[in-house]
């Protein structure tokens, strides 16, 4: 028979501990408590969970002193590890207690509001769970690729448990992830960006396929600034990350990939776009189509090319006085004075 809800959350708070020393491993025990940040595995003190039954409540419960917010085990298993379907929670809970799978039954068992896999509704929920870059994993990744300034990166969040599933044959792990948001024009949510990391190296995690995307991308990016009448369009976040070292103050976007940089939807009030492309075949298309699209719309696109493969490797091998240097010479002289940050 499958084991309902109810009775696993009572197996995990009968090892109150030890689930929270797996999923809640930013906090520590002290007393008859353990205490983090937050049900997402936030350093800090303001979450506790019980973990012994005592006249006050039973084992497993939560509470966060900071945001009202309250729960049993099962909630921070679906938390910490970023699940959007009761199904996955629920089947993470039996990996971790060693369980069998579930006998299968007769009728289906209602879920909890369960998104897509996959949809748009999923990709916010993903982003919703997520939190602040500064001072977590993914700002320690960024300024190893030599990314330091992060003014305008809201779209940007990290999370410390994010499923990743090799395939549907595989076991599921977790890792730390940089979340981007992917956006419309009108700046409402419709897809996420994942990039899996390994805390060690501080580089992208050791998987097959380290970046993933999810939800409603083509037209829409992971966006830097807010678009205006100039801005620069590349694939992925770190290129436009690199060259926003030097440009500060000019909107960006990340499309992802080749073929979405090509499929970019324009801003109404976009007069002059700059197309940061990649040094390889994909990326001459891109800028092909994309300037010719462009130009049907009335807008004036001015292609930038790397030194070497891409921007970001430009930053790391040749040094950000060279990336400004290279970078000058390719922009107008109004967008140099506009845009561009001083040399320190």
Not at 174 to 194: F, Y
Not at 267 to 277: A, C, H, K, N, V
Not at 307 to 324: M, P, S, V
Request: proline share 8%; aromatic share 6%.
């Amino acid at each position: 028979m499958t084991q309902n809800p109810h009775d696993l959350a009572r197996r995990l708070a009968d090892r109150a501990e030890t689930v929270c020393r797996h999923y809640l491993s930013s906090g520590r025990r002290e007393g008859g408590y353990w205490l983090v940040g937050d049900v997402r595995n936030t350093p800090g003190r303001s979450m506790y969970v019980r973990l012994k039954d005592t006249p006050r409540g039973p084992a497993g419960k939560w509470t966060d002193a900071a945001t009202g917010e309250h729960g049993d085990l099962l909630d921070v298993i679906r938390e910490s590890c970023g699940l959007l379907d009761f199904k996955d929670v629920t089947d993470e809970a039996r990996t971790f207690l060693s369980m069998p799978p579930p006998e299968p039954e007769s009728r289906p068992q209602p879920r909890q509001s369960p998104a897509p896999h996959g949809s748009p509704e999923a990709a916010l929920r993903l982003v919703r769970m997520s939190q602040p870059i500064y001072g977590t994993l993914v700002q320690a990744y960024l300024r190893e690729r030599g990314i330091t300034d992060l003014r305008g990166t809201g779209s940007l969040h990290f999370h410390p448990r994010c499923y990743y599933r090799p395939d549907e044959h595989s076991p599921t792990e977790t890792w730390p992830a940089m979340i981007a948001a992917v956006t419309d024009l009108d700046g409402k949510i419709t897809g996420a960006h994942r990039t899996w990391l390994d805390p060690r190296q501080r580089d992208k995690a050791p998987l097959d396929t380290p970046r993933r995307a999810m939800g409603d991308l083509l037209g829409n990016a992971v966006r830097f600034g807010i678009g205006s009448e100039v801005m620069a369009a590349g694939e992925g976040i770190e290129t436009v990350l690199s060259v926003r070292q030097v440009l500060p103050d000019m909107p960006m976007l990340a499309a992802l990939s080749a073929a979405h940089l090509a499929a970019i939807l324009f801003p109404d009030t976009l007069r002059r776009l700059y197309i940061l492309r990649d040094d390889d075949p994909a990326g001459d298309g891109a800028r092909d189509s994309l300037v010719e699209r462009a130009n049907v719309a009335g807008i004036e696109a001015i292609a930038i090319s790397p030194q070497l493969g891409d921007f970001n490797e430009d930053l790391r091998t040749l040094g950000i006085d060279a990336l400004r240097s290279q970078t000058r010479m390719q922009i107008g002289p109004q967008d140099v004075a506009r845009f561009m940050a001083l040399a320190a």
